[in-house]
């Protein structure tokens, strides 16, 4: 398996080559040469295995360059870690609509999946510690917590981690600054969450600051993310089939476009996915581009803070591993659409060419988050985070007779406890280890949105 960059300026390599990479050479992201192919008969073997053992398949389709694989994964998904032999959970939420279970790892969110086996591997490849490597992210959320908690005992690993000052929920706020970590940088930026991306996609660049400081990355820019992500929508298409399903369609709140990758990937490789639902809140920069073929950027000044706050993001990073699949893998094509973004802060592509690849959209407001939360908890005696509900509302306005939608939920709803508040009147339940998170101390340092400034941080670590 080689990869290759969406804009063509990268020579053929290997995983092991780009899996600290976030950014390609010449700015493009990495993706395979072609996709490995997933078959009926791989599904049909492929039934009955554990989810480590499923990753181990999945994840092998992609890495011919890594021996130890099978251990990394083994240690990634435990019981241990998340919270059942199942990891992943498949449950019926409401009539056709299920929901793959995602966010019970140790951060609450689904982004642990993909960060404890990244954190695994990076460690693997560092081995004995002499080697230090920079990890340099941002998060509107729960990737940095991820990101952190994944990485605060590697040997030979810092983590510079990039938010929007006051965007972020209490708790996702003191799962992250609460950290006491030496070899862990809370920077808090002043804007918002398109503001920490660009200081580190233009940071990631920067080709000989990067070398000379070992800087990698741990947002969804990095392949690795993805393939373990790709995981659990082959295993959650395997878990509804068994129920009976004929058609299953997953429903995706997206703001960075990373997690319905992964589903889009499984799908090119040969899983059945009918459709990917993708749900937006009021930043609809996703939704209008599958309504209209336009992919419009907003200025930070109009990018919404919300409350489901996890998708308040304006440019996509992933979206361009997407245009680039639209455009026949064209890398000349790819690398003038994104030129033109930058110049004009839209392109627009065929719609034809995008409907092909079985995605559809919504969008969800604050008030519809409320109104879902309520009566999903009316109904079922469940309560799900407000991410998760605008996959769940979306869903419900797209799904189609005879067809299985599985909702992805994003995170455990005790992380947004002030919407759960005033949806439901009450606290949701908190697991026992995050009892006083908010009160602790915490340790961050605040800053203004200058790459400079961040390369300055970096230097004197």
Known sequence: MRYVSTRGGMSPAGFTDILIEGLAPDGGLCVPAEYPSISASDLARWGH????????????????DLPQLHSIIARTYTADVFGSDDIVPLERLDGDLMVLRLANGPTLAFKDLAMQFLGHAFEH????????????????GDT???????????????????SPL?????????????LQDANIVNLAVRGVFDDC?????????????KRRHHLGAVNSINWARIVAQVVYYVHGWLRAT????????FAVPSGNFGNILAGHVARCMGVPIHRLILATNENDVLDEFFTTGTYRVRPTEEVAATSSPSMDISKASNFERFAYDVVGRDPDRTRQLFAQLDREHEFKLDRDAVTRFGFVSG??????????IRDIHARTGRIIDPHTADGVKVAREQIEPGETVVCLET?????FAATIVEALGFEPDRPGRFDGLEAAPMRFEVIDPDADLVRARIERS
């Open 125 to 140: 490849v560092l081995g004995d510690g002499d080697a230090t490597l920079n990890i340099l992210g941002a998060t509107s």
């Open 144 to 162: 940095g917590s991820a990101a952190e908690h994944a990485m605060a005992s590697k040997l030979g690993v810092r983590v510079f981690m990039l």
């Open 363 to 372: 969008s969800s407001s604050h008030a519809d988050r409320i109104a879902t």
């Open 411 to 415: 995170a455990l709803p005790v992380k």
């Open 197 to 209: 991306q660009d200081i580190v996609k233009q940071i990631a660049g920067d080709v000989d600051f």
């Open 49 to 64: 295995l554990t989810y480590a053992d499923l990753a181990s398949e999945v994840i092998g389709l992609f890495v011919d």
């Open 242 to 249: 068994a129920t009976g399903a004929e058609r299953v369609s």
């Open 166 to 178: 006051g965007k972020m929920s209490p708790f996702q706020t003191a799962q992250m600054f609460s």
